[in-house]
DNA sequence: GATGAATGAGGGTTCATTCAT
DNA sequence: CATGAATGAACCCTCATTCAT
């Protein structure tokens, strides 16, 4: 005679806790950790102080939870766009591109990753460095990976001047007026280019002979 | 009982003032803009309340005061280490090699400018922005200015990841433990070279001929 | 579908809501009135709010219930106590050592008593006071009878003093690192004493030949 | 040339203070800690929160000094009471006399230190208990002083059961209504008898011709 | 010019209580 | 009867900024 919380319940539990992540993603995106006040989110969650504090443990909390989905998200872009292509070159092209892609059609998302949380400090911050480890171990292994020419230096280095420039690079085209932007592919290719050549591993036919 | 400012007293506020700026610097180098507290500062600076703000508008404006400051040395290094090489070539990497080890030897402006401010926001993030684009701009007149083979792509974007890289590899060398990093310069070595291959002007020697 | 109220479901009920009480005064003694929440009561209890507001109006009303409790516990001990002896003197030193036994035994139930109540306020303050009061009027009746010598001053006033001085005594003693504690039927006798000779019955023929 | 803190400042500095202080007392005596809010103290204060939190650190920490406050009063009627009295007995009886008259008079005093900071645990009640134990001392050196007759038993359980009885009985006086109060220094010179016979040295000629 | 006491808007958070399931 | 998600009033506290001295 014991009552389960139905289906139904839970259902709606995932429905409102998710409103609140979708909510606090934008809100976060648009003004900042700072300038996002938890009653800011509550009110275009359509909810209350109480619930969001029921969902979860703070400010902190919940913001963690925004970089952590944001996270998911872009690995599974990432394994995704390299399932599809064959070649260790080919994966990387087609990974710097789709992180490209992904950041500048998400930029509520890439404002909180790239721009936001490394200035928040603490696990906050250490969560951001976290994501961005994992992309950088990526390029790692795919530089380790590359069968001919060794590349260059140390990998680390190199993979994180990899990621670095793909951030700055999409920073700076969402800076740009709506107006004044190239499509996003375009310039994710050029961003794709620059990397592979940084690596030693560019268009040795495509640069070198034009 | 007319006072003039007597020129003694002119330099005693002007060392008042760089004595916040100092303080300032390190503090928001340390603890990040929010939890630096303008009392933090009043106290470091063996000073009061009243003459901060006889000094800044607000905290947001020593803040700017401190990212300007920390932009015109950066130039000021900039430009000291172009002009000290003759070739284009070397002169871009005497440059990435030069902003690299800057950025290591002084980590709270690092991280003010780099991590800091683009969060900020408004005026602030501007600001750095501003600073940035310069640096951006530099190089892209560099690139252009190659006479030989015409670099591969939009300048301006290729100039942002440059920039990127630079400033993505500093930062995950300020992460590294102490004991693990290795010297600056080595590494600073190679990100210039990764930018240089790049923008498609590296080791056309090294690379190219093995 | 008419529900009738079956014994085994009157059982079932009573069972909770005297694990509601248990808990609450554990926790009550514990943390004291404010820091204890619902939700902890809630949680000790393997039950849920709503199960919780089914048997208490409010947080107050448990809380009285659990003072109710008390009071009754300890009127049960007094009367007992008091009834296992024939002369007055002794009825009144037993119902002082009873009651502080008791006390010490029973150190939940003590803070929430002697502690706790008083300072709460309301009908709960009012509560508090009126078992002490009963107790104090158990003493004055007593004192009362006494045939001989007339004890000299106004009984509530020395009624007051009386269980004053017992409450007093099993906070300081209840405060003492159990390593420290003299037994508790020692300390109680020593108490009885005071009290015995305050009311000027106690040992005549002890103090008064020495 | 360093401007100091005129006296008018410090006068003005300890007089606002003072007042907050004051207000607490009076609220806190009358509300009880949890019902007194900071918003309540500020108010009546004519100050503001900032003001408030400028010369305490917080609600707890001004509780604290309240308490503070009250303990040096208290030592100090004593000490005062004391000294007037060349005899021990009468001195002791004086001590109990002059404690309770202080209490009966400053009801709001007695309510904080008898009433309200028992409950509160941690630091305020440990405070509480420190006040309470200094007096209970005076009074176990006062019994260890007495020259004739030694006091039977431990002197610190007695020390207890002679301020729980001065304690109760001004609690009780003061929850009397008004009209049925009977003047406080009668009443006290019957605590003070109660108390002086409890520890074996009251009126063996008084009460005993009697 | 220098000082630091004073201000108060606004933030994050808790928790007793309700009610739809 | 049992459940636990939902509510929202109210609190404590911070800190950028002002201004009388």
């Known amino acids: 005679m014991v009552y389960r919380t139905t289906p139904k319940m839970e259902e709606r539990k995932a429905a409102r806790r998710r409103k609140f992540l979708d909510v606090a993603t934008r809100l976060f995106g648009e ?17 209350s102080t109480g619930s969001f504090y029921f969902y979860f443990d703070n400010k902190e909390d919940i913001f963690a939870e925004v970089l952590k989905t944001i996270g998911e998200r872009m690995s599974a872009e990432l394994n995704e766009a390299i399932a599809q292509e064959a070649e260790r070159i080919e994966q990387m092209r087609a ?10 059609e998400n930029p ?9 949380s490394p200035g928040l400090g603490g696990p906050l911050a250490a969560l951001q460095r976290g994501i961005l480890a994992s992309h950088a171990r990526s390029v790692e292994r795919a530089i380790a990976g590359l069968s001919e020419r060794p590349p260059p230096g140390d990998p680390a280095v190199l993979a994180h001047c990899w990621v670095g420039a793909v951030y700055e690079a999409v920073r700076y085209w969402l800076e ?14 050029e961003v794709a280019k620059f990397n592979l050549r940084g690596i030693g591993s560019g268009d040795a036919h495509g640069t070198g002979l034009s």
Chains 1, 2, 3, 4 share one sequence.
């Open 31 to 47: 003004f900042g950790y700072h300038k996002t006040t938890v009653p800011m989110v509550v009110a275009e969650s359509d909810s």
């Open 95 to 104: 990974a710097i591109e789709r992180l490209f892609v992904f950041l500048a």
């Open 108 to 116: 509520a998302e890439a404002k909180i990753l790239v721009i936001e």
């Open 176 to 189: 740009l007026p709506a107006a004044e932007r190239r499509p996003a592919d375009e310039v994710a290719a």
